[in-house]
């Protein structure tokens, strides 16, 4: 059986979770507290040195970190990424666009705010930068979202909505004010109805 080492408020972590309840994979999920440094110990750190979950563990032993990374790996040869060259491309894209401009904004003042880090000088001057980010990374997925068929890649759910979904669907938990965009929102709500979902901490 998989593993699947991995946080259980983490947005990251989250993807993988659900893609394989969708996927209806068994996995085992290994829990680590991230406030009490449990991903950085040297046992940790040789499964992925960049000492971050999610990491995959496969059943012959070997590690794929990057929660982005793993469900590209989980979705090979099912519905959840496009059979075409450029689908594929674009499912990479949105991914790429997540991870560059979505995630460091969205997630970093969820993260502050959901684990009571207290609001050093340093935090408080790149609070409002990433707001302001996180807010233009918002207004791109709407714009998109206003012309496509519903979904990001090909009017289809793939894992480029799943990527997305993680983090905007908590954004509001990092200070997020989603009202000014009804198309993510409704698209937040089909995310939410596909068989398989799963909540962010359902175990």
């Not at 979505?102 to 409002?128: C, K, Q, V």
């Not at 990527?163 to 990092?174: D, F, I, K, S, W």
Request: net charge negative.
């Amino acid at each position: 059986m998989i593993r699947l080492h991995d946080n259980l408020a983490s947005g990251n972590g989250y993807k993988a979770r659900l893609l394989l309840a969708q996927l209806g994979v068994p996995f085992r999920r290994i829990e680590y507290d991230i406030d009490r440094a449990e991903t950085r110990t040297p046992e940790f750190l040789r499964m992925n040195p960049n000492g971050r979950v999610p990491v995959l563990e496969l059943e012959d032993g070997r590690f794929l970190p990057e929660s982005n990374a793993i469900l590209f790996y989980l979705a090979e040869g099912t519905p959840f990424l496009p059979d075409d060259r450029f689908g594929r491309a674009q499912v990479l894209s949105w991914m790429f666009f997540e991870q560059y401009s979505h995630e460091p904004n969205i997630a970093s003042p969820r993260y502050w705010i959901t684990h009571n880090l207290p609001m050093t000088e340093e935090r408080r001057a790149t609070l409002e930068p990433k707001r302001r980010l996180g807010y233009a990374a918002l207004g791109v997925m709407e714009a998109h979202l206003k012309d496509c068929g519903g979904f990001f890649v090909g009017d289809r759910y793939t894992i480029a909505d799943i990527a997305l979904y993680a983090y905007t669907h908590v954004a509001h938990e990092g200070g997020f004010d989603l009202e000014g965009f009804p198309a993510v929102r409704a698209w937040l709500g089909r995310v939410a109805a596909q068989p398989g979902h799963v909540p962010i901490t359902q175990v």
